[in-house]
């Protein structure tokens, strides 16, 4: 096994993933969020598919054994160990708008859409191709009820981590998330290793 590579906190990266291989995304010091896009490197308009994925899987809460699918309904990543076992595939990325509109903030963060638009670009991955994440050990309880839903912090605590393998080619983003609401308070890092 590799070492973990470091995401600091409010920033994120891409790379390439290639099919076989396993992507575990690490929360080192616990409650922090990390959103997780994927992009089919042939064809960048495969994308990660919160609809799709959340249709086939008949619930909102993925965990080991469940398959993320592309929005053509092709398996992108199957999620093979989960230390967690809440993760949420609801919310779209946190952004300038998000603070702005929710949080009232007059000079707002890029957040999480910011930081995965300027990875994705050397691969050409435009801001209008973003789709939600995936958003790794992120809380988001829902109320059958009423259908409405709160951000709570994170279940992950300091080391745990979620395992991916990838079913093709891939051009993967990961964050270390930049709203203080999902992330217990304060901002981490996130690790990640492939392997």
């Known amino acids: 096994m590799g070492d973990p590579v470091t995401i600091p906190p409010r920033s994120g990266t891409a790379f390439t993933l290639d099919r076989g291989q396993t992507l575990t995304v690490i929360d080192p010091e616990g409650r922090q969020v990390s959103d997780l896009l994927a992009f089919a490197r042939d064809d960048l308009r495969e994308v990660i598919s ?18 993320l699918y592309s929005n053509r309904s092709n398996v992108m990543l199957d999620i093979i160990e989960d230390r967690v076992g809440r993760h949420d595939f609801l919310l779209t990325p946190c952004s ?6 929710i949080y009232g903030d007059t000079d707002p963060h ?16 435009g801001p209008d191709a973003i789709p939600v994440a ?3 050990f992120m809380n988001v309880p829902v109320d059958g009820a009423t259908g409405s839903f709160t951000v709570e912090p ?5 080391g745990d981590f979620i395992t991916f393998r990838a079913e093709m080619d891939l051009v993967m983003a990961l964050t270390a998330c930049s709203a203080l609401q999902s992330n217990g308070g304060s901002f981490k890092p996130i690790q990640y290793r492939i392997d």
Request: a positive charge; glycine letters at 10%.
């Open 50 to 67: 919160s609809g799709r994925t959340l249709d086939y899987a008949n619930r909102i809460y993925l965990t080991t054994g469940d398959q």
């Open 154 to 158: 994170p279940l992950s605590k300091a």
């Open 110 to 125: 890029r957040g999480c859409f910011g930081n995965l638009a300027a990875a994705l670009e050397p691969y050409g991955v």
């Open 96 to 101: 300038k708008d998000t603070f702005r509109i």
């Open 134 to 136: 995936f958003n790794c």
